[in-house]
């Protein structure tokens, strides 16, 4: 009887080492994933690449009379008259 006692108990004490192990080994996972940095983790998703921008060739790219009238009429005002009509001068004279 004392035989089966001992046999029970190395075989209990065998399963709590292995699980004990088991655990510790898990723990140590964690550990060491926790440890790296952000940079060597990969990323979730890369971000989507910008869409390319439509660019304009051919007779749409040539500016018109009312595209300088419409920059005229947003960036010359009565109180900026007078250095505007300078700055133009000036280019002319280039």
Do not use: F
């Amino acid at each position: 009887m004392n035989h089966r006692w001992v046999v029970r108990a190395a075989l209990a004490g065998g399963l709590a080492m292995a699980l004990a192990l088991a655990g510790c080994r898990e723990e140590r996972a964690q550990r060491v994933a926790a440890s790296y940095s952000s940079s060597t983790k990969p990323s979730p998703a890369a971000p989507a690449p910008p869409a390319p921008r439509k660019v304009t060739v051919g007779v749409e790219a040539v500016p018109v009379e009312e595209d300088y009238e419409a920059r005229a009429a947003a960036t010359i005002s009565a109180a900026n008259l007078a250095a505007k009509s300078a700055e133009l001068e000036r280019e002319l004279r280039l």
